[in-house]
C-alpha cells in the first residue's frame, strides 16, 4: 500500500514537470512578444506607422462594437453618483444661478462696449472654429504613453496637431490619423507640450506632460508672479492652438508648479476635434504643397527671369 502510494505521489510530480516543461517555452514567447511590442511602439518610423494604423483600422468595428454594450452600465453608473449628491448640488445650483443672474447682464453691456470698440479699431474678426464629435473607442494609456484612439480620421477630414476638447477643456491633440480611427496625445503624456497663459496677468509659459495626473510648467520668467489656483489656458503663440482653451488650475510647490487639469482624463466617452487652421498649419501645408509638386513651381521661376532679362535688354521690340 506504501508502495502504491509513493507511485502515484511519483507520477503526480513527473505530471506537473511536464506541465512545466510545457509552459516554459510558452512563457518566454510570450516575453519575447511583449518586449518587442514595447520596442516597437517607441519608434517613429514612418513604415511602422502605416503598418500601425492598418491594423488598428481593421480592428476599429471590433473595438467599437465591444464598447457598445457597455454603455448602459456606465450610465447606470453615472446616474446612481449623481443621485448621491443631488441634495447638495441643487443647493449649489441655485447658489450658482443667483451669481449668474447678475453677471449675465454685466456680459451683455460688455459684450456692447467690446463690439463697439472692434468697430472702431477696425479689428478683424476670429474666424468660426467647426468641429466634429467623436466617441473614444479604445484607452491607449500606460506606463510609458497616455494616449486615446476615437472613431474619426482623415474621412471626417481630421488632421494630425489638430486640438481636442470635452465639455470640461482641454484634452489633447490627435498626433496619428487614419482612415476612420485617428490617436489622441492627451495633455498629461510625456511628449505633450502646450503653450499657455497663467494668471489673470497671461503669464506665458509651457505646459509639460510626465505621464502623471499633474503635469508641470515650465520656462516661466523668473520674475513670474503666480499663486494657487491660478487659471491655465492655452496661449495661441506657434499658431498651433487656438487661444483660451481651458486647461486647469495651479497647483502643488510654486518653485516647481504644476497643474490639475479640469478635464477627468481617466474615464473618456465623447471628445470634439476642433478644426482649427492656425497659421503655422498654413504655412505647413504650403510648405509641403511646394515639396510634393516642385516641378509647377520650376517653369514659372526659371520664366520670369528670362523675361526680365529680355526687357532690360532691349528685345526684338526695340
Given amino acids: 500500500m506504501a508502495r502504491f502510494n509513493d507511485d502515484g505521489l511519483f507520477l503526480q ?23 518587442a511590442l514595447m520596442i516597437l511602439s517607441r519608434l ?18 471590433m473595438l467599437q462594437a465591444a464598447t457598445k454594450p457597455a454603455d448602459p ?12 449628491d443631488l441634495n447638495a448640488e441643487l443647493q449649489r445650483l441655485k447658489a450658482e444661478n443667483q451669481k449668474l443672474s447678475g453677471w449675465e447682464w ?11 470698440l472692434e468697430a472702431l479699431m477696425k479689428v478683424v474678426p476670429e474666424k468660426h472654429i467647426s468641429f466634429v464629435t467623436s466617441r473614444v473607442i479604445a484607452d491607449s494609456s500606460g506606463a510609458f504613453a497616455r494616449s486615446v484612439m476615437i472613431n474619426s480620421g482623415s474621412k471626417e477630414n481630421v488632421k494630425v496637431g489638430y486640438p481636442v476638447i470635452n465639455a470640461d477643456g482641454f484634452v489633447g491633440r490627435i ?14 503624456d510625456v511628449d505633450s507640450r502646450i503653450p499657455v497663459n497663467v494668471g489673470a496677468n497671461g503669464i506665458h509659459a509651457i ?16 520674475d513670474a508672479k503666480i499663486a494657487v489656483g491660478d487659471d491655465v489656458s492655452t496661449s495661441g503663440i506657434g499658431g ?8 486647469g488650475k495651479v497647483t502643488g510647490n510654486l518653485n516647481e508648479p504644476r497643474v490639475t487639469l479640469s478635464t477627468n482624463l481617466g474615464p473618456l466617452d465623447y471628445v470634439s476635434v476642433l478644426f482649427f487652421d492656425g497659421p503655422a498649419r498654413t ?34 521690340g526695340r
Wanted: charged content about 20%.
Fill in 13 to 35: 510530480r513527473g505530471g506537473r514537470a511536464e506541465q512545466r516543461r510545457r509552459v516554459r517555452p510558452i512563457l518566454f514567447f510570450l516575453i519575447f512578444i511583449s518586449l
Fill in 44 to 61: 517613429h518610423h514612418s513604415a511602422l506607422n502605416t503598418v500601425r494604423w492598418h491594423i488598428a483600422s481593421s480592428f476599429a468595428p
Fill in 73 to 84: 452600465f456606465r450610465a447606470i453608473g453615472r446616474t446612481i453618483s449623481s443621485q448621491l
Fill in 106 to 116: 454685466r456680459a451683455k453691456q460688455l459684450e456692447t462696449k467690446l463690439a463697439d
Fill in 175 to 188: 498626433v496619428d490619423v487614419g482612415p476612420n480611427v485617428s490617436r489622441v496625445l492627451l495633455a498629461c
Fill in 207 to 222: 505646459l509639460v506632460g510626465d505621464n502623471g495626473d499633474h503635469p508641470r510648467l515650465l520656462y516661466m520668467p523668473d
Fill in 240 to 247: 498651433l492652438f487656438p487661444p483660451g482653451l481651458r486647461i
Fill in 283 to 316: 504655412l505647413a501645408d504650403d510648405l509641403r504643397a511646394e515639396r510634393s509638386h516642385p516641378a509647377h513651381a520650376t517653369p514659372s521661376s526659371k520664366s520670369a527671369p528670362s523675361s526680365k532679362s529680355a526687357t532690360s535688354s532691349g528685345g526684338p
